[in-house]
């Protein structure tokens, strides 16, 4: 659509709109990438589809990278949203560190190759899900704070809701590896997997802390 | 002579500049103290729109005068100026939006104490009145806005960075219209005094187009705000937008639109012509400025969000400031009409004398003054205002208004009217019957002016003032710029 110079304001909001909502949808992408690259993982080890997830996951994380550095730049340079700069610089970056703990988790299966015993793959896969869920409800909540504001409080509860739930289920899977009869080494490598995994949504439920902030400050 | 006008006109570009300096900071204060606008962006803006206005909007009446146009001598007019500029300029330097127009009035006063004039009260009423009712005004206004714009945009659910663009976009175009009406509204008070003076000569460009003096004084009035807007504007603007309390951008916002509400709809002669031609009903026009009501905005504001972000300190200066600047200007004014008059042996008024003589009482008791009572000073002469009123004062039976009518009627200003005065008057504003009706009076004298008045109205109908209803007010104040014109241009004792 063509138009005239004096809304070129408005292209470039645009423009930027266009690319904090991609780099939320990395954000997301990533989530569900790590939650498949998990259930490959604990079925059939570490395969050739789950080095592929995991190449994605990669992928992801580094043009979410140049998203946010490139959103940055133009917040500063065109000195945009002066009231809420530093909160949306914080926003951003705490999310990029979200997708980086899920592609520092894969890198380390695609590391250490743990091998992971029958009876706790489907607490594995469970963890993993409440932790998807946590990342998910983030995103919406990220959304939400740039477009509807009244809504971060409806995603943001389910954060922390999700994070209590991979809490539970990584203490849980936690006390069953140390009560089984694995060698001690062994035990140790499965309680750090699990600390991987149940680390995003810990993670998610910081960020999810500073948006309810950064929402009350724009609404007071 | 050149160089004497082009001396006193610097203290009109003063005026100007100290105009810009601190009035820019009504229309685009918040908007920089809340860093949505960058200053410079500000001021450029600013000052373009502030010399548009002025060139374009400025000249709607050419022959309007100004305020100063009651001070009747061109040194008076100098002091006056300067005074009023020097008093806005220490509340600039203080970082306090004041009132240029009161610190003008304030010196106005001055001039008159010192030359023996009558001040009219309601002047002095108005002020006071200003400092209460404008904030007032606006305060309401902005926390009714504010509460419709917190509604919409919870239901348009528009994105941070619309919003933010938006908002922006809305600054500046507030901006650049309140910037337009500054320097419409205000350019009379900055180099009005000057027109009949005009160094300037017209020019044209082609047939069509001309480029008058009164034009040209105007854009270097226009000039001079633009340059103070530019080199000094910056430390009210930021006590407006956030030295008094911390504004959200869309509070910016809804501050400058509510003061440019108060003062379309409480200020605007042409709305209530509008509303009256139409047959609806008027808004009564109080008296409102610019600075009171952007204060009382962010006020209203302040109070919306539980009065604890308002610093009081800050609000406190403020009106401080509102009281000192005409304090300030009618001391500064007297003071220095003082050394003007008897250290540079400049003429700094015109002294008006009063004369209860035939025709004056004739036109009093026509008026409804009881004549009777100061029947012995018949004929007498006084040779100021307050000698006429101190005589007048122990007669019973006169009140305020009865004074204010005998001292029009008595003031001695003797008019000749004389064919080069004629020619003049040409070129300017008045219709060609107008002007016709002058030259059958050519040769006549009067020594009270409004002789001449009722002479030409007797004469045309074109000098008639119409009957007194807000539908005509426009049309008789016109017509008395017209007639001040007249006045100005047939006075013998120049």
Request: charged share 20%.
């Amino acid at each position: 659509m063509d138009m005239p110079s004096s809304f070129s304001l408005f292209r470039r909001t645009k423009a930027l709109e266009t690319e904090i909502d991609q780099f939320l949808d990395k954000i997301s992408q990533a989530s569900l990438l790590f939650k498949r690259a998990i259930q490959i993982y604990t079925e059939s080890g570490c395969t050739e589809e789950f080095d592929e997830k995991l190449h994605q996951v990669n992928q992801l994380e580094s043009t979410a990278d140049h998203l946010r550095r490139a959103i940055e730049t133009q917040l500063y340079t065109q000195t945009l949203i002066p009231e809420s700069r530093g909160d949306v610089l914080g926003l951003l970056e705490n999310l990029d560190s979200v997708i980086n703990d899920l592609e520092g988790a894969l890198w380390g299966f695609s590391i250490e190759i743990p091998v992971i015993p029958e009876d706790y793959r489907a607490d594995y896969v469970a963890l993993t899900d409440m932790v998807v869920q946590a990342v998910e409800s983030l995103v919406l909540a990220s959304r939400a704070f740039f477009r509807n504001i009244e809504a971060v409080p409806d995603h943001n509860h389910k954060v922390m809701f999700y994070e209590k739930e991979a809490d539970r289920v990584s203490t849980k899977l936690k006390k069953a590896i140390f009560r089984s009869d694995l060698p001690l080494s062994q035990k140790a490598q499965l309680r750090n997997f699990v600390e991987h995994i149940d680390n995003v949504a810990d993670k998610s439920e910081d960020v999810a802390d500073r948006l309810a902030i950064y929402t009350i400050k724009r609404t007071v | 002579m050149e160089i004497t006008i082009l001396f006193f006109l610097t203290s009109g570009l003063f005026l100007g500049w100290a105009l810009g300096a601190n009035d820019a900071a009504n229309v685009f204060g918040t908007a920089v103290g809340t860093r949505m606008v960058q200053f410079t962006t500000a001021a450029m803006i600013c000052g373009v729109f502030v010399i548009l206005g002025a060139v374009f909007s400025g000249a709607g009446t050419t022959e309007t005068l100004g305020k100063l146009g009651s001070v009747n001598a061109l040194g008076g007019s100098f002091m006056a100026a300067f005074s009023a500029a020097l008093a806005v300029y220490m509340m600039t330097k203080l970082g306090l939006p004041v009132s240029t127009t009161q610190s003008i009035v304030g010196s106005i006063i001055g001039w008159n104490l010192f030359s023996q004039t009558q001040t009219d009260t309601t002047s002095l009423l108005k002020i006071l009145a200003t400092w209460v009712v404008s904030p007032i005004l606006a305060a309401i206004i902005a926390i009714v806005l504010f509460k419709l714009v917190a509604v919409f945009l919870r239901h348009a659910k528009i994105h941070l960075l619309r919003t933010d663009a938006y908002t922006r976009a809305g600054l500046l175009l507030a901006g650049a219209f309140g910037s337009y009406s500054l320097g419409a509204n205000n350019i009379a008070n900055v180099v009005g005094v000057f027109i009949p003076a005009s160094p300037f000569t017209d020019f044209h460009f082609t047939d069509l187009l001309t480029f008058t003096s009164t034009q040209q004084l105007m854009l270097l009035g226009g000039f001079a705000i633009a340059v103070g807007v530019f080199t000094y504007s910056k430390r009210v603007m930021l006590t407006v937008g956030g030295g008094l309390l911390s504004l959200s951008p869309i509070a910016a916002w809804v501050v400058v639109t509510s003061h440019s509400i108060v003062l379309f709809l409480f200020a605007s002669k042409g709305l209530e012509h509008f509303l009256a031609t139409n047959g609806l009903p008027t808004i009564p026009l109080v008296p409102v400025s610019s600075s009171q009501a952007v204060v009382g905005a962010i006020i209203g504001i302040g109070i919306l969000k539980g009065g604890r972000g308002i610093r009081w300190r800050v609000l406190g200066g403020i009106g401080a400031g509102w009281v000192m600047t005409p304090l300030l200007a009618g001391l500064i004014c007297f003071v220095g009409l003082f050394f003007l008059q008897n250290v540079f042996d400049q003429k700094v008024y015109r002294p008006v004398p009063y004369e209860l003589s035939e025709p004056a009482i004739e036109r009093m008791e026509k008026l409804g003054v009881a004549v009777g009572n100061f029947r012995d000073l018949h004929s007498r002469r006084f040779e100021t205002a307050i000698a006429i009123r101190d005589a007048l004062k122990e007669r019973t039976g006169l009140s305020d208004e009865d004074l204010v009518t005998i001292l029009d009627a008595a003031e001695l200003d003797l008019m000749v009217v004389d064919a080069t005065g004629i020619d003049s008057l040409e070129k300017s504003r008045l219709t060609d019957g107008q002007v016709q009706a002058l030259r059958s009076l050519a040769g006549e004298r009067y020594p009270h002016r409004w002789m001449l008045a009722d002479a030409l109205a007797r004469i045309s109908e074109e000098w008639r003032p119409r009957e007194k209803n807000k539908i005509n007010k426009i049309y008789n104040v016109d017509l008395k710029a017209r007639l001040a014109v007249v006045f100005r241009t047939f006075r013998a004792d120049q």
